[in-house]
């Protein structure tokens, strides 16, 4: 919703479609999701199955139409199967880690990929090898969206109001879906470690994803760990929470992504643009965004982060500094602008190698 307006006013006519699915299709999506992540799961014909059907129920819905058709994900994935005319570009757009996925999902989903024209990951780490090209675009922030332009003190303290977050103390936050491989359990341990010696407040903001099965159950362990603490806010934001999320984000002393893992992790790219001190998990596209020690710190456990926090806690200037170097680095490289100029060279590279190439 941030690219394709700027696309059509660039005069690159441009629709943005999504498609359906029933609950047994988000549990199958979900748990591909997870197991191309590495986690232990079954996968059972049933599952295949019930995506191949429901791809192609998709299919025979959707209109597919434009020059280049760019397919987000594994979701969608077997849309492929439509392709017909050979004037018109498919490209598979991967935004997640499939460095060390699950042998038999990624070789059902190589079915598919194999029948594209170009890949795109976000970062060098999660490429495969593949028998299409691939290209390496990293996602972006639009810095004029709610959920990253500039903010009125007076409507951040109206939003943390309203969220009953008191402003007594730092705030250290991470905003994610309610998802284990967000750790939110393991923040609050983290958290719970800093406390020993700092006074400070946990903000834990996040909402269901329409596609992720997963959320209700790992609110609920959230707040069971959470209960009784007046320090720790567990948020349920809605969807469309962006002048929410953008205040919370602005109003912490640290924003913390504590992942185990991750496609690029877009909240810090967010959280950096707002100058804040981040603490994060070296997984992912993460490594991307913080440079470990001039843009942030990167951590590898709950120990790590807690000792990282502590660390910013008792060095408010070096926190700064952090914040600013970070912000710096995601205006070079994650803004929109860049996004827009890279897809609009790989367009062209699709039918233009040699010049491109020549273009230097
Ligand atoms: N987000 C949101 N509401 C929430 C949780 C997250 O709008 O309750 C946003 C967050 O600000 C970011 C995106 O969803 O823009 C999450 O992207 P990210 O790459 O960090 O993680 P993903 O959820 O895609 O794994």
């Known amino acids: 919703h941030r690219m394709v307006p700027l696309l059509n006013q660039l005069g690159v006519e441009t629709c943005w479609d999504v498609i359906k699915g029933g609950q047994r299709f988000f549990e199958v999506t979900k748990k591909f999701h997870n197991v191309l992540h590495g ?41 492929v199967h439509r392709k017909r005319r050979q004037d018109r570009r498919w490209i598979w757009r991967c935004h997640i880690d499939v460095s060390n996925p699950n042998e038999r999902v990624w070789r059902f989903l190589r079915r598919f990929i194999d029948r594209y024209d170009a890949s795109i990951f976000s970062a060098p780490s999660f490429a495969r090898r593949l028998p299409i090209r691939q290209f390496l675009v990293s996602p972006s922030i639009d810095p004029l969206s709610d959920k990253n332009r500039e903010l009125e003190p007076a409507i951040i303290d109206s ?23 967000k750790d939110p ?17 946990l903000v834990l903001a996040g909402g269901g994803a329409s596609d992720d099965p997963e959320g209700a159950s790992v609110l609920a362990d959230v707040r069971a760990k959470a209960q009784g603490r007046d320090d720790i806010h567990v948020l349920d934001l809605p969807p469309g929470s962006d002048i929410e999320i953008n ?108 010049e491109i190439v020549a273009l230097g």
């Open 39 to 79: 986690q232990a799961a079954p996968v059972t014909l049933d599952d295949f199955e019930e995506f191949l059907e429901t791809s192609r129920a998709n299919a025979a819905e959707l209109a597919f139409t434009g020059d280049i058709l760019v397919v987000h994900d594994p979701q969608p994935i077997a849309l």
């Open 159 to 181: 939003v943390l109001q309203r969220l009953q977050i008191p402003r007594d103390r730092p705030l250290i936050t991470q905003v994610s879906r309610f998802d284990r491989l």
């Open 185 to 201: 359990l393991g923040v609050i341990d983290a958290f719970l470690l800093v406390r020993k010696s700092f006074q400070c407040r």
């Open 247 to 354: 205040a919370l984000q602005r109003s912490s002393t640290i924003i913390v992504q504590k992942s185990v893992k991750e496609g690029f992790g877009l909240t810090v790219a967010e959280a950096l643009w707002k100058a804040r001190p981040v603490v994060a998990s070296a997984v992912g596209g993460i490594p991307l965004q913080v440079i470990h020690r001039h843009g942030g710190l990167l951590c590898h456990s709950v120990e790590g982060a807690a000792l990282a926090i502590k660390q910013l806690l008792a060095n408010p200037a070096y926190a700064r500094g952090l914040g600013e170097n970070g912000r710096e680095h995601v205006r070079q490289h994650f803004l929109l602008t860049r996004h827009l100029k890279e897809y609009l060279l790989l367009f062209l590279a699709l039918d233009h190698a040699e």
